[in-house]
């Protein structure tokens, strides 16, 4: 008997290691993901993938049978593409729309390639050139591509500026890649960049002499109510009810397509005694730092994602601390959410000394999940190759993860 569909690319995806990264536009909307794939991605031979058959065992079984929206949602996907890739008119594979087809560094321009790239180009795909250096010969291609990629890490702006110059003639548009630092990214913004890529948003931005803004000590009292070890229901609800924005989210999440039971209620401490104590004070941790007008949405979805991952992989371990995880993953991103230092951020908050560890320098095994979580989000195989977690319970909690973080997000307006 054949298995469900489902149940067949949960098999795959078991085998494989998939992540992805945000590209975002001048707004810090994300646009798109790249996806960052290997086979076999998490074994000892990581260091010397075949990048053909690394791409095809994961867009062949993984894209294809499990379907792109699992992964990207509704944004559109970049793929590397290698020279073979290219040649073996692949691109039929994947919607026109949906897809950003990106020629790797290193392809020679020769003629067979620029006409497999004309020829993609003619079906409607947009063609990005991936960490591109500017030489004559490319001049065929630059005719061709929509995106234009430039690693931005190390570059001085001098530098940074020569390359647009080169470029501008060309009808393309710029995305900075590698971006470190917020000055990096508002000088690339300035120079003209249209996209851009890296974890500069999960840094925070501190600023010598600045005082914290109002609204984020205010957040920093809340999540240390929340958080408090002797908290109880009455005075979370009390604590609650004063916010009104705050009441309302968690009323819908407690009669929400996630909860089992749904029910109607007369008053918010009914509702909250209903959803019980740590789905409060998970829920109502991730409204307040959603809350951050100020900050993108993205790094919410990042937070809540890193949260999610935590979680399942310690529930795959057997562990019964499952909301502790469940909490570093979530707060890993408060000191770039509150632009403060991560040791200022827990000197405010009661949290347990093994949460502070894995918080602040990865220790204990709440530090361990967290840190393998972060190698996955970069796509640092080697190291998830030597964190004695299996292959298949990393990419699942991954894929489980993403699943759970698309429908939190559906629940409180897609914040």
Same mark, same amino acid.
């Given at each position: *008997?054949?298995?469900?569909?489902?149940?067949?690319?949960?098999?795959?995806?078991?085998?494989?290691?998939? &992540?992805?990264?945000?590209?975002?536009?001048?707004?810090?909307?994300?646009?798109?993901?790249?996806?960052?794939?290997?086979?076999?991605?998490?074994?000892?031979? *990581?260091?010397?993938?075949?990048?053909?058959?690394?791409?095809?065992?994961?867009?062949?079984?993984?894209?294809?049978?499990?379907?792109?929206?699992?992964?990207?949602?509704?944004?559109?996907?970049? $793929?590397?593409?290698?020279?073979?890739?290219?040649?073996?008119?692949?691109?039929?594979?994947?919607?026109?729309?949906?897809?950003? $087809?990106?020629?790797?560094?290193?392809?020679?321009?020769? +003629?067979?390639?620029?006409?497999?790239?004309?020829?993609?180009?003619?079906?409607?795909?947009? $063609?990005?050139?991936?960490?591109?250096?500017?030489?004559?010969?490319?001049?065929?291609?630059?005719?061709?591509?929509?995106?234009?990629?430039?690693?931005?890490?190390?570059?001085?702006?001098?530098?940074?500026?020569?390359?647009?110059?080169?470029?501008?003639?060309?009808?393309?548009?710029?995305?900075?890649?590698?971006?470190?630092?917020?000055?990096? !990214?508002?000088?690339?913004?300035?120079?003209? !960049?249209?996209?851009?890529?890296?974890? !500069?948003?999960?840094?925070?931005?501190? $600023?010598?002499?600045?005082?914290?803004?109002?609204?984020?000590?205010?957040?920093?009292?809340?999540?240390?109510?929340?958080?408090?070890?002797?908290?109880?229901?009455?005075?979370?609800?009390?604590?609650?009810?004063?916010?009104?924005?705050?009441?309302?989210?968690?009323?819908?999440?407690?009669?929400?397509?996630?909860?089992?039971?749904?029910?109607? !209620?007369?008053?918010?401490?009914?509702?909250?005694?209903?959803?019980?104590?740590?789905?409060?004070?998970?829920?109502?941790?991730? /409204?307040?730092?959603?809350?951050?007008?100020?900050?993108?949405?993205?790094?919410?979805?990042?937070?809540?994602?890193?949260?999610?991952?935590?979680?399942?992989?310690?529930?795959?371990?057997?562990?019964?601390?499952?909301?502790?995880?469940?909490?570093?993953?979530?707060?890993?991103?408060?000191?770039? /959410? /509150?632009?403060?230092?991560?040791?200022?951020?827990?000197?405010?908050?009661?949290?347990?000394?093994?949460?502070?560890?894995?918080?602040?320098?990865?220790?204990?095994?709440?530090?361990?999940?967290?840190?393998?979580?972060?190698?996955?989000?970069? &796509?640092?195989?080697?190291?998830?190759?030597?964190?004695?977690?299996?292959?298949?319970?990393?990419?699942?909690?991954?894929?489980?993860?993403?699943?759970?973080?698309? +429908?939190?997000?559906?629940?409180?307006?897609?914040?």
């Amino acid at each position: *008997m054949n298995q469900p569909a489902s149940r067949v690319a949960d098999r795959l995806v078991a085998n494989v290691a998939v &992540a992805r990264q945000p590209i975002y536009d001048r707004a810090l909307e994300v646009v798109a993901y790249e996806l960052l794939f290997r086979s076999d991605a998490l074994s000892k031979t *990581m260091d010397h993938p075949d990048g053909d058959q690394a791409t095809a065992q994961v867009v062949l079984n993984t894209f294809v049978e499990m379907g792109l929206d699992r992964v990207v949602d509704s944004k559109r996907a970049f $793929i590397n593409f290698t020279r073979n890739w290219l040649l073996g008119d692949f691109g039929h594979l994947f919607p026109p729309e949906r897809v950003v $087809i990106e020629v790797l560094e290193g392809i020679r321009p020769d +003629e067979p390639v620029l006409e497999a790239v004309a020829a993609l180009s003619a079906q409607g795909y947009s $063609i990005a050139l991936d960490d591109f250096v500017y030489q004559d010969r490319f001049h065929p291609l630059l005719e061709l591509a929509n995106i234009v990629k430039i690693e931005v890490n190390g570059r001085t702006q001098l530098d940074l500026e020569d390359k647009v110059r080169q470029l501008r003639s060309y009808r393309v548009e710029l995305l900075a890649e590698k971006i470190e630092t917020h000055e990096e !990214f508002e000088t690339c913004r300035d120079l003209g !960049f249209s996209y851009f890529q890296g974890y !500069f948003l999960c840094k925070p931005r501190i $600023i010598s002499g600045r005082r914290s803004p109002t609204s984020r000590l205010s957040l920093l009292r809340l999540l240390a109510e929340l958080n408090a070890p002797n908290a109880d229901f009455g005075q979370l609800a009390s604590l609650i009810s004063q916010d009104v924005s705050l009441s309302y989210k968690l009323l819908r999440i407690a009669n929400s397509p996630l909860r089992v039971v749904r029910r109607e !209620f007369k008053c918010v401490q009914e509702a909250l005694q209903h959803m019980g104590l740590n789905p409060v004070r998970r829920w109502a941790s991730i /409204l307040l730092l959603a809350g951050l007008d100020d900050k993108p949405r993205e790094l919410t979805t990042i937070a809540m994602l890193r949260a999610n991952m935590c979680e399942r992989i310690a529930m795959a371990m057997g562990r019964g601390d499952t909301e502790v995880f469940f909490l570093v993953g979530l707060f890993s991103i408060l000191d770039a /959410l /509150l632009d403060l230092a991560m040791l200022d951020v827990l000197e405010a908050l009661p949290l347990s000394r093994e949460v502070h560890d894995a918080l602040l320098s990865s220790r204990g095994e709440h530090g361990h999940v967290l840190r393998c979580v972060l190698d996955y989000e970069h &796509a640092e195989w080697g190291r998830l190759s030597h964190s004695g977690l299996e292959q298949s319970l990393v990419a699942q909690a991954y894929l489980d993860a993403l699943e759970a973080t698309t +429908e939190m997000r559906k629940i409180f307006g897609g914040t």
